[in-house]
């Protein structure tokens, strides 16, 4: 049976969808801070292959976990700056690369720069709160990722090799 080319299309929407859905639930169940986070990270690792849902959830917990880390630590050198976030967004997506996390060298530097900026005098449990909530996201797409898809197409049979 043919499908139409949007299937594939409409299959990663769906399950970014009740992803995400299901992470805000989760996260207002539990009362955190920020289910946005939560939500970001459902989205953007969800893939229709669960192989790949889970290497870019890897990714996006490590980019994580390094650019909470490191925006703390300098928070507690520098001022909330603008050159000081310009300067922990560099060290941090830098740090990135030199450690094989080229896929998460933005989100490094983003999630740094936001916890140099806004979060400097509880860096540390921002950061924490944050990966919380990312990992819920994660753990949700991962799980949705291994529903069977509605319609297999041969793209989606290529993507799940």
């Known amino acids: 049976m043919k499908h139409s080319p949007l299937t594939p299309a409409l299959q990663l929407s769906l399950r970014a969808a009740v992803s995400a859905g299901l992470a805000v639930a989760i996260a207002r169940l539990l009362r955190f801070q920020s289910p946005l986070y939560a939500m970001i990270a459902a989205v953007i690792v969800s893939d229709l292959s669960p192989s790949k849902t889970q290497q870019l959830g890897l990714q996006r917990l490590a980019g994580s976990v390094l650019g909470a880390a490191v925006g703390a ?19 941090a ?30 860096a540390w449990s921002y950061g924490l709160y944050r990966l919380i909530e990312t990992l819920l996201g994660i753990g949700m797409a991962v799980l949705v990722s291994f529903v069977p898809k509605l319609l297999h197409t041969d793209q989606t049979k290529r993507q799940d090799s």
């Open 73 to 91: 630590a300098i928070s507690h050198f520098l001022p909330p700056a603008a050159w000081a976030i310009g300067l922990s967004v560099l060290i």
């Open 93 to 122: 997506m830098f740090l990135s690369h030199l450690l094989h996390l080229q896929g998460a060298a933005k989100l490094t530097g983003y999630l740094c720069g936001i916890v140099v900026l806004g979060h400097s005098d509880h």
